[in-house]
């Protein structure tokens, strides 16, 4: 178990654990409160909520209206001051408490903080990087370079094969493999990895590590751990199969990589989610064509025509992550992010705060309003009257559970508001502008 994490907010590694298991709580809501105290520490001449206030007024111990300042759910407020008041938990969340702190207590079983030396540096500089992370396996294996390799569950023989080759190939030069332990796709990926038997593979699962999906992939998990990979989760360790924790975890793959393959997917596969988290976050995107009457290529396709990077071979991958790669193993991480942005000039950009002022006050300010275009299709309208009426950011898992749209429908849509300035993403959550 790591526990070298320095306290944020007050709060100790337990702390944190224990408000993971809240009534409507989730890694977005706990990663602003993550972000607000973290940034807290590091100020010290903020003037946040009027032109009187000092750094001194600003709330440095978590109170109920600090916590609904930051958008949590009366009901889930009430509950944390319950339990940070008088450690009061109901006889579910003792239970996953329990459980918790004891499968903690196994060496390679790790709850990585943000502030825990090992929690991976890039993945720090995403938005909505999970507050903590549930780690089964070797730590090592975030210190390699790695990719990110996604597609489709249901693949034909030449994308599994294609995958497989590719992963073993990137594997014997070094790289990392990251993916989801899904079937199809991942499940190749990860299997090209440790027949290289040259660096560890990770897989990010969209479930919690006590309930690996899917079940049939449970001597792959086993292989993973074997060879000094290991297993990621943000999710407490009993969560079981949700469809809606898929998406979000895809955000995880691209931010721990220097860029994401996308080796066969349909129009409306979530891969495709993973490669626009990839551009978000400022790193490559590579897709692998296909052929042209395929269904299965055709989201590969649709990602080389909006200036994917084409993959021929694995050299194509390569010439791009290699100068990356070899610079995070030296001291120049600074010049690193700066060529990685210079790198992403054909996609668009996320817009990154400033300054620690930026970042806490980006947390509770409220939206402007712009037009809707008459354009906007269905799903695009539902969201932003989602938005309006809720009056607060919301992350892709609480709209897809307020719209009931589906995750590729989704993120078409999220993309179109985007594009025509309806919405804006701040943090990972997206907000009516």
């Known amino acids: 178990m790591t526990t070298s994490s320095r306290l944020i907010g007050g709060l100790s590694q337990e702390n944190w654990l224990c408000l993971s298991f809240l009534t409507g709580i989730g890694p977005s809501r706990l990663s602003r409160l993550f972000t607000y105290f973290d940034q807290l520490d590091q100020s010290h001449e903020w003037d946040l909520f ?15 209206e600090l916590l609904r300042q930051l958008k949590w759910p009366e009901v889930t407020a009430r509950e944390a001051m319950a339990y940070l008041d008088h450690g009061t938990l109901s006889e579910e969340q003792t239970q996953k408490k329990q459980v918790s702190l004891e499968w903690l207590e196994a060496d390679a079983h790790h709850l990585l903080l943000q ?7 890039d993945l720090k500089e995403i938005a909505v990087a999970p507050a903590f992370l549930y780690v089964d396996g070797d730590l090592t294996s975030f210190s390699y370079p790695k990719l990110g390799i996604v597609g489709a569950r249901h693949c034909t023989g030449y994308g599994r094969e294609a995958t497989r080759q590719l992963a073993s190939q990137l594997s014997h030069r ?29 897989a990010v699962m969209g479930t919690g590590l006590l309930n690996h999906y899917p079940k049939q992939n449970k001597a792959l998990f086993q292989d993973i751990l074997l060879h000094g990979g290991c297993l990621v989760s943000e999710y407490p360790l009993m969560t079981d199969v949700r469809p809606h924790l898929f998406p979000p975890r895809n955000r995880i793959i691209s931010g721990l990589s220097l860029g994401i393959l996308v080796t066969e997917a349909s129009p409306k596969s979530g891969s495709l989610i993973s490669a626009n988290y990839a551009v978000q976050q400022n790193r490559d995107v590579f897709a692998l064509p296909g052929r042209v009457k395929d269904i ?62 930026e970042v806490v006050e980006s947390l509770i300010e409220e939206p402007k309003m712009n037009p809707l275009p008459l354009h906007l299709s269905a799903s695009a309208r539902a969201i932003v009257k989602v938005l309006e009426v809720e009056a607060q950011a919301m992350d892709f898992d609480s709209l897809i559970r307020h719209t009931q749209i589906n995750a590729a429908s989704m993120m078409q849509a999220l993309m179109e508001l985007e594009l025509s300035q309806c919405i804006e993403n701040k943090n990972g959550a997206y907000m009516r502008c």
């Open 174 to 202: 070094g790289i990392a493999i990251v993916s989801g332990g899904a079937r199809g796709i991942d499940t190749a990926a990860h299997q090209g990895a440790l027949e290289a038997q040259s660096t560890p593979t990770i």
């Open 296 to 357: 299965q290529a055709e989201g590969c396709h649709q990602l080389i025509r909006q200036g994917a990077i084409l993959v021929r071979h694995v050299e194509d991958i390569l010439e791009e992550i290699l100068p990356y790669s070899n610079e995070e193993t030296g001291n120049n991480k600074k010049a690193l992010m700066v060529k990685k942005k210079a790198n992403v000039s054909r996609e668009t950009s996320i817009k990154q705060p400033s300054s620690n002022k």
């Open 115 to 121: 502030s825990d030396p090992a929690y991976p540096s």
């Open 50 to 64: 009027s032109d009187e206030q000092t750094v001194d007024d600003l709330p440095d111990t978590i109170v109920y």
